[in-house]
């Protein structure tokens, strides 16, 4: 059975992380309080993974401040917090979270999908991730940041 953790982004509720769940499929959820910082939710991860035996992390939007600090065969970045220094609203994250992030250069073996316009993040940052690392992303689109349309598309088996 394939083993995945996904990391939520602010607020999540882990809805996403059930669309990926089916017979083959065990989703692991991690939804970090980032308003309390970043770098335990780094260190929970790391436990999970070794104590599941995951070697897949799906995250969604400010997951991926912990994804791509994890050394596992495959991230899948949804709508990721790339740069959250350099965004187009001020006032999205808390200071402490400012205080232990960073730019996100290098994430090895990755897939992004993005919706074709994000009323969030600015698309032309993830973009030029993509182009630096290689990445052709997956682009939703008629979709906005928490991707929907993209993660209605899938449909969860029941087990």
Not at 52 to 78: D, P
Request: hydrophobic share 35%; glycine share 6%.
């Amino acid at each position: 059975m394939k083993k995945i953790l996904f990391i939520g982004g602010y607020n999540s509720k882990g809805m996403k992380a059930a669309t990926l769940e089916n017979n083959d499929t065990k989703v692991f959820r991690l939804l970090p309080n980032y308003d309390n910082g970043l770098v335990q939710w780094v260190e929970q991860a790391e436990k999970m993974l070794v104590e599941h035996g995951i070697n897949e992390v799906h995250a969604s939007s400010t997951g991926a401040q912990v994804a791509c600090k994890l050394k596992v065969n495959k991230v899948v970045l949804y709508s990721p917090v790339i740069d959250p220094f350099n965004q187009p609203k001020s006032n999205l994250f808390s200071e402490r979270f400012l205080n232990e992030a960073s730019v996100i250069s290098l994430c090895s073996n990755c897939t992004v999908i993005i919706p074709e316009e994000d009323e969030v993040l600015d698309n032309a940052i993830t973009f030029e991730f993509c182009r630096k690392n290689h990445i052709k992303p997956v682009i939703s689109e008629d979709d906005d940041h928490r991707l929907g349309k993209y993660f209605g598309s899938l449909k969860p088996l029941k087990k």
